[in-house]
């Protein structure tokens, strides 16, 4: 019998937003121990040049390749549109984005191959969805909208109230005239804000959580190179932090769904 | 006849905010010559740890020094919280933070000696209004209030819509039950938003813009000094960022109430 691999799952954000992503790992591979990074120090990466965005990822996969990780999951949008590519080619383990997973999940769901994203201003700028979405499916037809303000809706924890309704009107009114049926949460803070983004688009349109998918992709792959691992247990999740933020605690545990323990502040060069 | 002093002015913030400073000096001190530091690979200061903005104040404060700035504006409530007095002590020039000029103008303006501060989180749990009003009138009451929305419906130039209005009411209602009668808008980005948080406090409310008592404070500083520029010009303004943000010409621009010309990016340590 082979010895059961052991080594842990490796995951980025430049924040908490990443813990939405943990949160459906957590729920899918529950065997699997999670090393989570959440780089606060440097937060947000959005706002952040390509340049400096490539330099922050590469140096929060150094931190988790040290810590043995067997995979790595960028659990942050930004990063996934610009530094997915550079880390695939560099690290020596396999490297999943949460922007692939999600792409191929609204082409296998939408039926009139009109498909909406939601985005940050620097993932839409980054062009990735529309190319990822295009070089699988050049006939359909795409539709994207920055929405700045769903992020600090989701940290304050206004989910359903009339300001999370108004600005989820006013940012989705010119895509709900689209006539789509599948929209992709390009980004990972906005599951939390599911129930508005959800009634102002109305029964007939899916929402697509990136999680799930990439959390899917991840099980398939670590299958295919034998490293699952393959004894039922409730594994661990170690948090690392590079600074801490205001009300850490409530916002993490709204995001990742779980009591959120001994997060461990590290330096990440 | 002494030597006309030619240096700089140095002025620096984590991102754009700054630049409502930057624009009253400009108002009001005309024929200085201004050097920006945006620190914008590096914003939000308002998350940050007290050591992190710490150190990156100091970074900031060293690379204007060494551009010859005779005297340092920190243009960010974040870094006056907690870099202020550190840099006094460190730096050869005189330093001026945004909080104390608002809080002497709030405490002269101030009839019933009920203030009001609103602030992003940090600025407020770093307590530094409280304490800065507080040791110069203890008798009086002060009530504070974090409007963390303010600066993404700002950058967006969300300024009088449903959406502002709903916000400001929400962050706003409870300070409005409170009978103040001024209110410190204790952010540079607050400053944009004075319509609709003017609106929602009453016209018996005076709202303080720190920027205008802190160049009225720096004037009569370089004038004690004797390194005042005493001759009429139009004084340059020159601005350097640590990186570009989205939107940073609409954005600069609605900010410093002018064109926002050759900002040049700089690499600070």
């Given at each position: 019998?082979?010895?059961?691999?052991?080594?842990?799952?490796?995951?980025?954000?430049?924040?908490?937003?990443?813990?939405?992503?943990?949160?459906?790992?957590?729920?899918?591979?529950?065997?699997?121990?999670?090393?989570?990074?959440?780089?606060?120090?440097?937060?947000?990466?959005?706002?952040?040049?390509?340049?400096?965005?490539?330099?922050?990822?590469?140096?929060?996969?150094?931190?988790?390749?040290?810590?043995?990780?067997?995979?790595?999951?960028?659990?942050?949008?930004?990063?996934?549109?610009?530094?997915?590519?550079?880390?695939?080619?560099?690290?020596?383990?396999?490297?999943?984005?949460?922007?692939?997973?999600?792409?191929?999940?609204?082409?296998?769901?939408?039926?009139?191959?009109?498909?909406?994203?939601?985005?940050?201003?620097?993932?839409?700028?980054?062009?990735?969805?529309?190319?990822?979405?295009?070089?699988?499916?050049?006939?359909?037809?795409?539709?994207?909208?920055?929405?700045?303000?769903?992020?600090?809706?989701?940290?304050?924890?206004?989910?359903?109230?009339?300001?999370?309704?108004?600005?989820?009107?006013?940012?989705?009114?010119?895509?709900?005239?689209?006539?789509?049926?599948?929209?992709?949460?390009?980004?990972?803070?906005?599951?939390?804000?599911?129930?508005?983004?959800?009634?102002?688009?109305?029964?007939?349109?899916?929402?697509?959580?990136?999680?799930?998918?990439?959390?899917?992709?991840?099980?398939?792959?670590?299958?295919?190179?034998?490293?699952?691992?393959p004894r039922p247990r409730r594994a661990a999740l170690k948090i690392f932090v590079t600074d801490f933020v205001r009300n850490f605690l409530r916002i993490g545990e709204s995001f990742l769904g779980e009591r959120l323990k001994n997060a461990q502040l590290v330096e990440v060069a």
């Amino acid at each position: 019998m082979p010895a059961i691999p052991l080594r842990p799952i490796g995951v980025f954000d430049s924040g908490l937003g990443g813990l939405t992503v943990v949160r459906q790992l957590r729920r899918l591979l529950p065997h699997e121990e999670i090393l989570y990074l959440g780089d606060l120090a440097h937060l947000p990466y959005g706002t952040k040049s390509t340049d400096e965005i490539r330099r922050r990822s590469e140096e929060c996969a150094r931190f988790l390749l040290k810590k043995g990780t067997k995979a790595l999951v960028i659990a942050c949008n930004s990063a996934s549109s610009v530094a997915s590519k550079v880390l695939s080619e560099k690290l020596p383990i396999p490297v999943l984005n949460v922007i692939t997973p999600a792409v191929e999940e609204a082409l296998a769901s939408t039926r009139n191959f009109r498909i909406g994203v939601i985005a940050t201003y620097a993932t839409i700028a980054s062009g990735s969805y529309t190319k990822a979405l295009q070089a699988r499916c050049p006939e359909a037809e795409y539709f994207l909208e920055a929405c700045p303000l769903f992020v600090p809706l989701a940290e304050e924890g206004w989910l359903e109230d009339a300001i999370a309704f108004g600005t989820a009107r006013r940012y989705l009114g010119p895509m709900k005239k689209k006539n789509i049926d599948t929209l992709i949460l390009g980004c990972t803070h906005y599951p939390l804000l599911e129930k508005v983004i959800g009634k102002v688009m109305g029964k007939k349109v899916r929402l697509i959580d990136s999680a799930v998918p990439t959390a899917l992709k991840l099980k398939a792959l670590l299958a295919s190179h034998g490293i699952l691992y393959p004894r039922p247990r409730r594994a661990a999740l170690k948090i690392f932090v590079t600074d801490f933020v205001r009300n850490f605690l409530r916002i993490g545990e709204s995001f990742l769904g779980e009591r959120l323990k001994n997060a461990q502040l590290v330096e990440v060069a």
